[in-house]
């Protein structure tokens, strides 16, 4: 049957029944505020596909949206001089551009106190009171949370987040956040322009039954800091082994856990306009919310030896390509090994991460600066082939 027909079915399955009295719709706020980096083409999607899903979902869900009082004012980038410029030209550039910074601060004041009084109305402790859930659909940057702990005791008195995409770059100045969507955004290497590999690791969770068990997917990627696999039901990985650039370390992209009474369901899925217009994705986030309101039922006990394992065939895939061995016979002795001893698989997993630290070669780098810093990674590569032998 076609992706399309089950999405078609899906959203029949929820339509209420002729003569049955329909259940009151789950109030969900949506939120696309953005004081950081803003993702404008997957929001503007965003804002037009959340409706559309609302009215298939025949009365299930109503959406309120909390969006972006206006564009948010910039200077723009400071002036660089161009060749043909004169000193009286190039003086005149500047004392533009000082000027319109000096606006842009000016009225970036107003906004931010827009911002602000918008926080207060809809996610004050008192109105969300209102609300069965919250969507931070590619939010970023350090948003004006009201009150940051009656939002998350909102959260574990059974209520529902849902983040999408930069939702995992949003308030990372605050443990409780980054604690509780578990990770905090710390780099994309696979880029939006990529077609990336992808693990579904639990193809029969209703959150991500419409993925096959391996798949190609276009979108960018994150890595993250602060994420704890023992926090989480990881659902869809990054196949670190056969993306571009390799990775010999777990890169988690869709997850669930419990928070309290409450349900989250992250997917780093949604950078792309076109992502947000593909209905495999679509499907996706109505499973996904679905199931964060108590829709659906799926497992959200913590799975951290997935992360453990997907971690080990990243080492075996990105160890074979660089030291020149068989990726095969490594992946199989490391899960072996992980099988009898799951503590050790868990510990070289840990190991594994400390590969993001190391440095890249920068556009300008030197041959030999390039050939140390790809020496430092083989070495690293090594050391942990050595804990497969042990």
Not at 66 to 72: F, I, K, M
Not at 138 to 145: A, I, K, R, S, V
Not at 154 to 161: D, E, H
Not at 229 to 256: G, K
Request: overall charge neutral; proline content about 7%.
């Amino acid at each position: 049957m076609k992706l399309s027909s089950l999405f078609v079915l899906g959203l029949a399955a929820i339509a209420p029944v002729p003569g049955a009295q329909a259940a009151a719709p789950k109030k969900i706020l949506v939120v696309t505020v953005t004081t950081g980096f803003r993702h404008g083409p997957a929001i503007d999607a965003a804002e037009k596909v959340l409706p559309e899903l609302a009215a298939k979902s025949g009365g299930e869900f109503a959406l309120e949206f909390l969006s972006q009082p206006g564009t948010r004012p910039s200077a723009g980038k400071p002036p660089e001089r161009a060749a043909n410029l004169t000193d009286e030209q190039w003086v005149a550039a500047q004392e533009t551009h000082k000027a319109a910074a000096a606006k842009a601060k000016a009225d970036e004041l107003e906004w931010s106190a827009k911002v602000k009084e918008l926080f207060a109305q809809k996610l004050s402790a008192e109105a969300l009171k209102g609300y069965d859930g919250v969507i931070f659909c590619n939010t970023t940057g350090e948003l004006p949370l009201p009150d940051p702990e009656a939002f998350g005791q909102w959260i574990k008195s059974g209520k529902a987040f849902v983040g999408m995409h930069a939702a995992t770059d949003t308030l990372k100045a605050l443990p409780a956040y980054y604690e509780m969507i578990n990770g905090s955004f710390a780099g994309h290497p696979w880029g939006s322009g990529g077609t990336h590999k992808f693990v579904n690791h639990e193809p029969s969770h209703p959150a991500v039954a419409m993925f096959p068990g391996e798949f190609q997917w276009k979108d960018e990627i994150y890595q993250y800091n602060h994420f704890n696999p023992e926090s989480v039901r990881v659902l869809l990985s990054l196949n670190t082994a056969q993306s571009t650039p390799q990775a010999p370390y777990h890169v988690p992209v869709s997850w669930v856990r419990d928070v309290g009474a409450g349900r989250l369901f992250y997917t780093n899925l949604g950078h792309n306009d076109s992502t947000w217009k593909h209905e495999t994705y679509q499907q996706h986030i109505v499973a996904g919310m679905r199931w964060a309101l108590k829709l659906v039922d799926g497992p959200s006990a913590p799975n951290p030896g997935v992360s453990a394992e997907t971690a080990l065939k990243g080492v075996a895939g990105t160890a074979a390509t660089a030291l020149s061995k068989e990726a095969a016979v490594l992946e199989t002795r490391a899960l072996a090994k992980a099988k009898a001893d799951p503590q050790w698989a868990l510990r070289v997993r840990a190991e594994a991460d400390g590969y993001r630290t190391l440095p890249s070669a920068k556009k300008d780098a030197k041959p030999e600066e390039i050939e140390a810093l790809a020496a430092k990674k083989r070495e690293f590569l090594m050391k942990l082939l050595a804990e497969f032998e042990q």
